[in-house]
Nanobody
Framework: QVQLVESGGGLVQPGGSLRLSCVAA???????MGWYRQAPGKQRELVTT???????NYADFVKGRFTISRDGLRNAVYLQMNSLKPEDTAVYYC?????????WGQGTQVTVSS
């Protein structure tokens, strides 16, 4: 059974940084993974993805501020978030695509506020 566990969320002031982690269990090999977010009253939206080969893709609203990386040995993916803005406040979810199925973590809350 595939399970994803996110961590690293919290409260941060505007302009601050956070690093989110997501560890996958029950998967094999280096798989496509990504980060999405959902703000209150809004639909879930893509933040960034990373392919099995390491190619990355970012939403325009995070380019230059967020960076996705992975540790293939630990089946983990990370999201370094810098220059955070109040509009980045959301629940952040990671996902993994394994054998044509998409699995989601439980989410971690990020709140950007002074």
């Amino acid at each position: 059974q595939v399970q994803l566990v996110e961590s690293g969320g919290g409260l941060v002031q505007p302009g601050g940084s956070l690093r989110l982690s997501c560890v996958a269990a029950g998967t094999f090999g280096i798989l496509p993974m990504g980060w999405y977010r959902q703000a209150p009253g809004k639909q879930r939206e893509l933040v960034t993805t990373i392919t099995s080969g390491g190619d990355t893709n970012y939403a325009d609203f995070v380019k230059g501020r967020f960076t996705i990386s992975r540790d293939g040995l630990r089946n983990a993916v990370y999201l370094q978030m810098n220059s955070l803005k109040p509009e980045d406040t959301a629940v952040y979810y990671c996902n993994v695509i394994s054998r044509a199925q998409t699995y989601w973590g439980q989410g971690t809350q990020v709140t950007v506020s002074s």
